[in-house]
Nanobody
């Protein structure tokens, strides 16, 4: 089973930094091919993909976060991270991690195979 638990959110001023963590179930790390990703959902808006990393190390970022957010993972700790720097008010939202096993990251964050959605962690950036 794909199970994920997010943490690390908080309230910061614009320009500040946060690091989100996502602890994953051992099940995910038993697969050779995996994709792990961060998503966010702002009030009144659809959920959007923010960043993803395949098990071969390839990463992908939404244009709106390139150069400011960085995705990484520590397989030994079974944890996915999202380092968030130079935060902007438009980064405000609930952040979720999700995973796909058995394949590298697809080209579309709307892929229905993403699963393991947790409760999310709230990020609020004030101007």
């Amino acid at each position: 089973q794909v199970q994920l638990v997010e943490s690390g959110g908080g309230s910061v001023q614009a320009g500040g930094s946060l690091r989100l963590s996502c602890v994953a179930s051992t099940y995910i790390y038993n697969w050779r091919y995996t994709c792990m990703a961060w998503f966010r959902q702002a009030p009144g808006k659809e959920r959007e993909g923010v960043a993803s990393v395949s098990s071969d190390g390839r990463t992908n970022y939404a244009d709106s976060v390139k150069g400011r957010l960085s995705i990484s993972q520590d397989n030994a700790k079974k944890t996915l991270y999202l380092q968030m720097n130079s935060l902007k008010p438009e980064d405000t939202g609930m952040y979720y991690c999700a995973a796909i096993v058995g394949t590298y990251c697809p080209g579309d964050y709307r892929d229905s195979r993403f699963g393991g959605w947790g409760q999310g962690t709230q990020v609020t950036v004030s101007s």
